[in-house]
DNA sequence: TTGTATGCGTTATCAC
DNA sequence: GTGATAACGCATACAA
């Protein structure tokens, strides 16, 4: 029973239009307009008026005229390969909030890894006429994206170019937490180590295996043939990829995996096989997942921050809508880094063995084969 | 390049708009209106021209026009408390799914708990002009819903109702899972089991926990005084649930939680205790969450089902909207159901004190005290 | 059954 | 700086 009835005329939802508003305030609808859209053309004493006019009525233009008249919906699109995997969620709500504090909504999409999905929800996307879309989704499915293209949506992907004109790529660095992982393991003891790749033909996973291998390279261990096995980055995948590295002749100490799921997959295997973790063989993960904390025990990870990810997103369609010629663009730069927990510590045989370089950050070498 | 002018005029986005169609296909815009509403007052080789007209021009409706005209966005709103619980992510793919095929969009907002950030999510929606919003939030935080009820937008809620005249209630029967969580215990043999309960003035809470206690007496165990530790629906309540039940003197051999996280946080203290979960002590969850099946040991849970849960979410906001009079309106039901994983089986001691039904499904019960 | 005309609430293009 | 006024693309009341 809120003022349902104005001026004898039926108001629905909000109720109060932007000529109400000009009529309470004494101005034109336009001033009223160019208040709220934040045109400095107003004269003070006037915008006071109005907003004090908006306030009273309670006044909230809307969206469908305004995107009708201006032709910017302010709806985003984003693009998330799989939403229960929790890397996603979470960057999600960080999109969203840097997008809401914009004033932009954004119509969120997980594929599911099957093409009609994307499909159908790309379709929704052009059709609600959004304004720019975030591929989120870690593969290089351009196909996807066709339509977004032929419509000339500003698209930001991740590690992959798009090749489109109003589109920029996510250069995701992930040199830079794997060459810490791969120290790390060092540092404690470790020189034989195996990595659990993700599926191979997906340029991320690719980056991902290179960057291990030149790390462990660098390091100068386990030479050029730093035990590979390619999974397909989910549970399942990763205990395969235990069961792999546990059949090799000389055992690795450490697993590297190329994401959280298939580390946790390695957990459960070491677990029913008895073998202690990290006593035995230390795991390391990829992209600090929420669940990487609370699974036993705590999961030492290379955290890629979602936020940082969202952020970048969020400006580089930025950059697309300011940019006038579409030539001086420059990849947006997204970190990675180690995180410490508990999977990881010296093996068991490595204090006598490698006495080089007894120093390890913290004092959690164990004594010699106790 | 695809089109981008037409008939001299500068085409954006899809581009094409109903006149065209109308003329394309030789007939009036109405007529066109009245084909991609699915009005079934169009004669047969009309609408079959227009839909070839469309199909040729590859045009789509402008949303932001037809919900300026029309008066209603296709828009709705979901509520969930926080993205980073796995429960919620597949309540969202679910719930826009559904909306989807009916042609709906969905703003999605997580509260994390924080009153601001719900406050602040709601007013996007009034201000986007929900046609509904669907308050998946399990908790009884009505005050946030103020704004939406002023508006009369309808709403759909969860175990406690909004108190507004457009809204209608989900009820979910904990009792339903709960019971048969207690009755399988009961079954292995348990007789002393402990309760780990969510933060006590939420109803949906009190509701497990009562669920739980009737269970109990029910299955003339524990008498009336079943042991029940307040939580927080958190990992660390959950270890401090743990802790509690370690230390009573006759320590329970069972513990069913409020939910899956707290199951979790229980999991993580025996691990630590060197307690073997289930041989020395069962442990039951709630909701079902993704990561129940990845955790050490798997766990046994009582499944709330997410996708039950976003479908009568929808069809609820649809009987709000078909509804004439707000009267004969009948809460929806929602039921739970026992997941049987490895984190329950008889106790050690069980099999000599309680000979008198020794069958249990599968294999699982172990020889006596080996 | 189909077409014509009006209006939805706003921004933008002009004059002033 | 400010105010009229014409689009924006569509649904719909009404006329035919």
Redesign the pocket.
């Known amino acids: 029973m809120t003022a349902q009835v104005l001026n004898g005329k039926k108001t629905r939802g909000s109720g109060v239009?932007?000529?109400q508003v000009a009529q309470c305030a004494g101005?034109?609808?336009?001033?009223v307009?160019r208040v709220?859209?934040g045109r400095s053309?107003?004269?003070k004493h006037?915008a006071k008026k109005v907003w004090r006019a908006i306030e009273e009525l309670g006044y909230t233009?809307?969206p469908q005229?305004?995107a009708?008249?201006?032709g910017r919906s302010r709806v985003l699109g984003l693009l998330v390969s799989e939403i229960t995997n929790p890397f996603f969620p979470e960057l999600m709500q960080n999109f969203e909030d840097v997008a809401g504090k914009h004033d932009f909504e954004v119509m969120v999409g997980s594929t599911n890894y099957n093409r009609e999905r994307a499909k159908i929800f790309i379709r929704r996307l052009v059709q609600r006429r959004v304004e720019g879309v975030a591929v989120m989704t870690f593969r290089a499915e351009s196909h996807f994206l066709d339509e977004l293209i032929a419509e000339n949506i500003p698209l930001v992907t991740i590690d992959v170019s798009a090749d489109a004109a109003r589109s920029l790529v996510l250069e995701v660095d992930y040199a830079q937490g794997i060459d810490e992982a791969v120290q790390h393991l060092a540092l404690l003891g470790h020189r034989w180590i195996g990595f659990a790749s993700g599926p191979m033909p997906h340029l991320t996973n690719v980056r991902r295996k290179d960057a291990f291998v030149r790390a462990a390279k660098r390091i100068g261990l386990a030479a050029e043939k730093a035990p590979v096995f390619v999974g397909d980055h989910t549970f399942e995948g990763g205990t395969q990829a235990a069961l792999y590295f546990l059949g090799l002749k000389p055992r690795p100490t450490a697993i590297v995996c190329s994401n959280d799921m298939m580390a946790v997959g390695v957990l459960r295997v070491m677990a029913e096989r008895g073998i202690q973790v990290p006593r035995d063989m230390s795991v390391i993960g990829f992209d600090d997942i929420h669940l990487a904390e609370f699974i036993n025990p705590p999961l030492t990870t290379v955290r890629m921050s979602r936020q940082e990810l969202a952020k970048a997103a969020f400006h580089g369609l930025q950059q697309l809508w300011t940019e006038k010629s579409p030539g001086s663009r420059n990849a947006i730069h997204v970190g990675t880094r180690l995180v410490v927990r508990q999977s990881t510590d010296s093996p068991r045989e490595a204090a006598e063995a490698l006495p080089r370089k007894p120093r390890v950050r913290k004092a959690r070498m164990r004594p010699v084969l106790a």
């Open positions: 239009d932007i000529i101005v034109s609808p336009a001033t307009s709220t859209n053309t107003v004269a006037l233009p809307n005229a305004r009708l008249v201006s």
